[in-house]
């Protein structure tokens, strides 16, 4: 008779999960050019301010802000132009009361000056004639149509960024702000957490590798190369331990192997039942507490199995390819971010869909259901993908998942729900 | 004084580059473990149906599903065991009316049975005392409570997917379930559309190198370094050109090497209006039809130039990085994804939140607002992240953008928004 579960909820069983599990994180040094998706191992602390220079955010003259009070249209200010501020280098330039200087966007701001006028608001103008002529720099004074206040259009040095400030926290992942905001500051190397190695060990008589010939009676494995690409994508790296066929001792000495060289492992088992049985043997021989759920109450992926053996996470994973890949993500994932030390929460990406049919469910389980996106006028219907549920060729025509939560009968059509992609 | 830009809608500005640019797929062969976000340059075929034999998708016993009509608890059918369906082989076992064998899950049926009876609705019994055993193939007879149909519990060959069927389309992009959908097919290489190659050139006088050592009035390149990461995450590949003067001729010859060499050129311009006029003057010499597009109706962002020169796309970012990274997001990357052959819609991943404060906006143009996510109960609360826009570390303090479309003058706290993750 197949065994019968005591099924845990999926947010018990994680916490149960992520709680008995040991992070010993470890640290690589690497190119930050490199670093793109890689998590931080400390924090990243700024070596000078940014800007480093006092700069203009305008294009315009850098001026003594009270030189400009009461400057209007009518009545403007008129001011000596002594010259232009270059780009990329510190002026000599020094304004005394009365003056001002020609300066862009990103220029230094020069010695005595406190802010800057827009180009918009000013004339410049040869004194002999008063005739106007725009930003030329041979004129020698310049109306000003608008007063400034001290520090407007200006960066102060380390108005973005301090000396010494935390600009990246430990256990964030780098992104493309974060590559562009290290390069900012010099950091070309840095120093982030090594990749969790997962092992990934397939069981079942009946599975056979991709480049094998098929024979009857045989499939080839899905499970460890799609599983590969999710923990790739979270982060990790995974180590592929072959199959192995459904004996228990051959199963549990690649099992230890694995267990010992990588930091989790992942069993899937065959598809049978036995099978499923044979692996939590296994697990429970591989180190204590062993097995602390068989059984998590959502569908697909009943039959799981999440263990810790001293200290390490051993998930057994049902044989179905969409089982697999719908736990990998609710269990193996969420670990890899744990062992990454990435502290940030880490919101699953979704798009906001109108649901095209009713979805009926059980109460008192989570149902993921696979569903495909339309675009339609305004964003997104989502349809339910049919087939058979442990095709994966059923997710491949999906574009991502809903969640019928485990207090629901159901979702409606016409409801508005969250599709976390795939 | 500064140009007066004629601002073009951004969904405006993106339908002309993308009319304009010619698209010259290239595929290159790679190995399915390796393929994960790469894009296909055929539709991948079914060399064989799935399953390939035809399979039990329960525990139970392998009948003739007539055997079994009228069973009942009460009046369980009598069915004579004569075997159990080996795993990972075919069964020389022939099924005649009156007979079962048992089969797991996965297992191939024997040749006569069209159902399998799951065994929680069976009972194996001895003949001789009529004593009940768990599974026990050493008995001879079965009882059944309840009845199949015939294809009940069972899968036919081809029922996932049929030889010759277009199991994934071209211009699909790979993920872990396609890997698994590939291999499940022994299909361990593919043509993959070939990255396209992104040149950026960095132009302004103040800008230098991240290894250069800073000296006054100097920044360095934040924008090379984040495009390339937006890029990478895109599919495509960068390659960097170097900073180079804002001298008309220096940027002519390098910014026509690099469009030689490459499938799209970026020119990030310096920050004042000087280099941008400069970029734009350049990138007309490049080619035909040239600029297209100077000054788009979003911020941050409004100076960016859209060009296609010769068939290649040309953008002039604005050199405020970040600008320069919402400007990549909205029209570099939907450009690679076309250089890609990218043929399904590609919803941009987001999370719903609450708005937690009023973000008033300028009626016409739309608005990217950066924005940091607090889990709360519920959900997540998305607070704006102050800062002057052009520090790249407001982006690096956000988790992502909410925008504010034109044809609204803000957006009201406690509203629902979609934040698009960075």
Same mark, same amino acid.
């Not at 499939?219 to 979270?234: G, H, I, M, T």
């Not at 296994?282 to 180190?287: E, F, K, Q, S, Y």
């Given at each position: #008779?197949?065994?019968?579960?005591?099924? $845990?909820?999926?947010?018990?069983?994680?916490?149960?999960?992520?709680?008995?599990?040991?992070?010993?994180?470890?640290?690589?040094?690497? %190119?930050?050019?490199?670093?793109?998706?890689?998590?931080?191992?400390?924090?990243?602390?700024?070596?000078?301010?940014?800007?480093?220079?006092?700069?203009?955010?305008?294009?315009?003259?850098?001026?003594?802000?009270?030189?400009? !009070?009461?400057?209007?249209?009518?009545?403007?200010?008129?001011?000596?132009?002594?010259?232009?501020?270059?780009?990329?280098?510190? =002026?000599?330039?020094?304004?005394?009361?009365?003056?001002?200087?020609?300066? &862009?966007?990103?220029?230094?701001?020069? *010695?005595?000056?406190?802010?800057?006028? #827009?180009?918009?608001?000013?004339?410049?103008?040869?004194?002999?004639? +008063?005739?106007?002529?725009?930003?030329?720099?041979?004129?020698? *004074?310049?109306?000003?149509?608008?007063?400034?206040?001290?520090? %407007?259009?200006? @960066?102060?040095?380390?108005?973005?960024? &301090?000396?010494?400030? %935390?600009?990246?926290?430990?256990?964030? +992942?780098?992104?493309?702000?974060?590559?562009?905001?290290?390069?900012?500051?010099?950091?070309?190397?840095?120093?982030?957490?090594?990749?969790?190695? @997962?092992?990934?060990?397939?069981?079942?008589?009946?599975?056979?590798?991709? *480049? %094998?010939?098929?024979?009857? /009676?045989?499939?080839?494995?899905?499970?460890?190369?799609? @599983?590969?690409?999710?923990?790739?994508?979270? /982060?990790?790296?995974?180590?592929?331990? /072959?199959?192995?066929?459904?004996?228990?001792?051959?199963? !549990?000495?690649?099992? @230890?192997?694995?267990?010992?060289?990588?930091?989790?492992?992942?069993? $899937?088992?065959?598809?049978?039942?036995?099978? +499923?049985?044979?692996?939590?043997?296994?697990?429970?021989?591989?180190? =204590?507490?062993?097995?602390?759920? &068989?059984?998590?109450?959502?569908?697909?992926?009943?039959?799981?199995?999440?263990?810790?053996?001293?200290?390490?996470?051993?998930?057994?994973?049902?044989?179905?390819?969409?089982?697999?890949?719908?736990?990998?993500?609710?269990?193996?994932?969420?670990?890899?971010?744990?062992?990454?030390?990435?502290?940030?929460? &880490?919101?699953?990406?979704?798009?906001?869909?109108?649901?095209?049919?009713?979805?009926?469910?059980?109460?008192?389980?989570?149902?993921?259901?696979?569903? +495909?996106?339309?675009?339609?006028?305004?964003?997104?219907?989502?349809?339910p993908v049919f087939g058979k549920s442990n095709s994966i060729f059923t997710l491949v025509r999906a574009d991502?998942?809903?969640?019928?939560?485990?207090?629901?009968?159901?979702?409606?059509?016409?409801?508005?729900?969250?599709?976390?992609?795939?």
């Amino acid at each position: #008779m197949p065994e019968f579960l005591k099924l $845990t909820p999926p947010d018990e069983a994680l916490r149960q999960l992520l709680e008995n599990v040991s992070v010993n994180l470890q640290a690589e040094e690497i %190119e930050t050019v490199s670093a793109l998706g890689r998590v931080t191992f400390s924090p990243v602390i700024a070596p000078y301010p940014l800007p480093s220079f006092p700069r203009s955010t305008v294009d315009g003259y850098a001026v003594r802000a009270a030189d400009t !009070f009461g400057a209007s249209e009518a009545i403007p200010a008129y001011l000596a132009l002594i010259g232009e501020a270059p780009m990329g280098a510190a =002026t000599t330039l020094s304004l005394s009361k009365g003056q001002c200087v020609l300066i &862009h966007t990103g220029g230094m701001l020069p *010695e005595g000056s406190d802010a800057v006028v #827009m180009v918009e608001y000013t004339q410049a103008i040869t004194p002999d004639s +008063r005739k106007r002529s725009a930003t030329n720099v041979l004129s020698q *004074e310049v109306e000003i149509y608008r007063p400034v206040a001290p520090g %407007e259009n200006t @960066l102060e040095v380390g108005e973005d960024v &301090h000396a010494g400030q %935390e600009v990246i926290a430990a256990g964030a +992942r780098l992104r493309p702000a974060e590559i562009g905001g290290l390069m900012a500051l010099g950091i070309i190397r840095l120093p982030v957490a090594r990749r969790p190695q @997962l092992g990934i060990l397939s069981s079942g008589d009946e599975v056979i590798s991709p *480049e %094998e010939d098929l024979s009857p /009676g045989k499939v080839r494995d899905a499970n460890s190369y799609s @599983l590969s690409a999710l923990v790739k994508e979270a /982060g990790g790296s995974a180590r592929l331990y /072959g199959i192995v066929s459904d004996q228990e001792q051959a199963l !549990f000495a690649a099992a @230890l192997q694995a267990l010992t060289e990588c930091d989790l492992l992942v069993i $899937t088992a065959g598809s049978s039942a036995s099978s +499923r049985d044979l692996t939590a043997q296994v697990i429970n021989r591989l180190g =204590t507490p062993g097995v602390l759920v &068989h059984g998590v109450n959502v569908r697909p992926g009943k039959p799981t199995i999440l263990a810790v053996c001293d200290g390490k996470v051993v998930i057994g994973l049902p044989g179905n390819p969409v089982s697999a890949l719908v736990i990998a993500s609710l269990f193996v994932v969420p670990v890899v971010e744990k062992l990454l030390g990435l502290r940030r929460f &880490h919101p699953r990406p979704t798009v906001v869909a109108r649901l095209g049919l009713n979805l009926p469910s059980q109460s008192g389980r989570d149902d993921w259901v696979a569903v +495909r996106l339309v675009p339609e006028a305004g964003g997104f219907l989502a349809e339910p993908v049919f087939g058979k549920s442990n095709s994966i060729f059923t997710l491949v025509r999906a574009d991502g998942l809903v969640r019928i939560p485990s207090n629901a009968t159901g979702l409606s059509a016409e409801e508005i729900v969250e599709v976390v992609l795939l």
